[in-house]
């Protein structure tokens, strides 16, 4: 139910004589959640005589100021703009497996994998499996044996699908929750070890040096991010072998899917990162889970390019939130059980606290990183041969809004070359009032946002 306050201003906004410039400008950052906004001018001048050819100021706006989208790519913060950032992720990877935006279509006949490299066990966990459409049972032992704390090993249940105590531990005071964020914090390094041992390995079964396969391939990758309810990250990575100048190159004959997924496999097994021992803490090895998915991408087999970007588009703009933490930062002093959190993710974040307090640790940050259970990278990465890059996307954007703003009169049309450009701009702020926020749910159809909502990314 809104509040007086917030129809007040409603009321206010819809009576106030600039409210169709207002709606234009919430209109131009597509509805997004938590705008940002920006006080400054523009002043175009002749760069001959210093004349004054047009000034734009946000003097004139409504409340003086522009209002930009926050271009966020989390869903539970801007809908709209991790639409955006989901929409641009899903044409980067395509163009990679099937050419476009400067990628040629000669790219669907190079060697290419959709590889998915779990986390290891870090306990038993509540499960759902299905079989020919029949729900297993979660863990049904015949002999379970019973754990240090009084558990038995063992779940009958068939769970259903949104059941929250999937991906939670059998027993949590056996689950190794160290591991489980020591992990996530540890899987950026694990992914870059990977990519170098694979270099290494595809040289070596081509017989050549690592110098020597830099003049004949380049491998390119793209990947993201997921959580697994359990509250590990796990990876999906296109993984593609290019000839020597990237995807308009033919890769060699040697370099064929299976070799590639050879390579893969035994480079997935050979790497591994050592955290060393903190506090109580034994220092500890860290590798990739047994599980091991490697699948060729083809044009016309059951993975297509199609779903691969869809499915990998689809994870850019989700965090941890989807395991049940929070999608904020965690202060250490803040009260958790405030939070209302279930108790794994409560533990998981807990244990954030704990290591990250801990010296030895201090680089993994994992104070910092706690509402994402360890993990610091990025959700969606890609190496620089893969595709086009997000910021030639944006560009692109920006392009056909600038355009957009010249035929409804918001800048001059000059040749940029011709005019001098001064321009200053100063950060003035971020979201909605709760009023706008009203008008822009009602407007844009979007969820009720929050008011004023101020987040840190
Ligand atoms: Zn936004
Ligand atoms: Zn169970
Ligand atoms: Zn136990």
């Known amino acids: 139910m809104p509040s007086t306050h917030a129809v ?18 919430i209109r131009r950052t597509g509805g997004c959640r938590q705008p940002i906004h920006l006080r400054g001018h523009v002043s175009h001048l002749d760069p001959a005589t ?3 050819l047009h000034t734009y100021s946000t003097a004139t706006e409504p409340d003086g100021i522009l209002r930009v989208p926050c271009k966020t790519r989390r869903a539970s913060r801007c809908p709209a703009c991790a639409e955006t950032y989901r929409a641009d992720t899903y044409q980067l990877i395509r163009a990679g497996l099937v050419g476009g935006k400067g990628v040629p279509d000669s790219v669907t006949a190079h ?5 998915t490299l779990t986390a290891p066990s870090f306990g038993t966990v509540h499960t759902r499996q299905e079989k020919n459409g029949t729900v297993l049972p979660c863990h049904a032992r015949r002999d379970a044996a019973t754990c240090p704390h009084g558990r038995v090993m063992s779940c009958t249940a068939r769970h259903g699908s949104d059941e929250g105590c999937l991906g939670e531990p059998l027993c949590p005071d056996c689950y190794d929750y160290a591991g489980s964020v020591l992990f996530n914090a540890m899987s950026p390094e694990l992914w870059r070890r990977l990519t170098e041992a694979l270099r290494r390995r595809v040289a070596k079964l081509a017989g050549l040096t690592l110098r020597e396969l830099r003049e004949q391939a380049v491998i390119s990758f793209a990947k993201v991010a997921e959580y697994q309810r359990r509250g590990v990250v796990h990876f999906h990575a296109v993984i593609r072998l290019d000839g020597p100048d990237g995807p308009a190159s033919p890769p060699p004959a040697w370099a064929t899917a299976d070799a590639l997924a050879d390579a893969v496999r035994h480079a997935a097994s050979a790497v591994a990162v ?8 034994p220092a500890r090895v860290l590798r990739w889970g047994a599980q091991l998915d490697i699948r060729e991408i083809t044009m016309t087999g059951d993975l ?3 779903a691969v970007a869809a499915y990998i588009a689809k994870y850019a703009t989700k965090a941890a939130e989807c395991v049940g933490t929070l999608d904020r930062r965690i202060n250490p002093l803040d009260d958790l059980e405030a939070f209302n959190l279930r108790d794994h993710p409560r533990r998981l974040i807990t244990e954030c606290l704990r290591l990250g307090a801990l010296d030895e640790l201090a680089d993994l940050r994992l104070v910092q990183w706690a509402h994402m259970l360890g993990f610091r990278g990025h959700f969606s990465t890609k190496s620089r041969r893969y595709s086009t890059t997000l910021g030639t996307l944006r560009a692109a954007r920006t392009e056909h809004m600038r355009g957009e703003a010249i035929t409804t009169g918001r800048l001059p049309l000059f040749d940029e070359d011709t005019v001098l450009v001064i321009s200053h701009w100063e950060y ?3 979201g909605h009032s709760a009023g706008d926020a009203l008008l822009v749910s009602a407007l844009t159809g979007n969820r009720l946002v929050d008011p004023g909502g101020r987040h840190e990314s």
Do not use: K, M, N
């Open 8 to 25: 007040a201003g409603l009321i206010a906004r819809l009576h106030d004589p600039q409210y169709a410039r207002w709606a234009s400008q």
């Open 50 to 52: 210093g004349q004054r």
């Open 111 to 115: 060697p290419c994998l959709f590889v």
């Open 274 to 281: 050592t955290v060393p021992a903190a506090g109580d803490d």
């Open 304 to 306: 297509t390019e199609q």
């Open 428 to 430: 003035a702020g971020q």
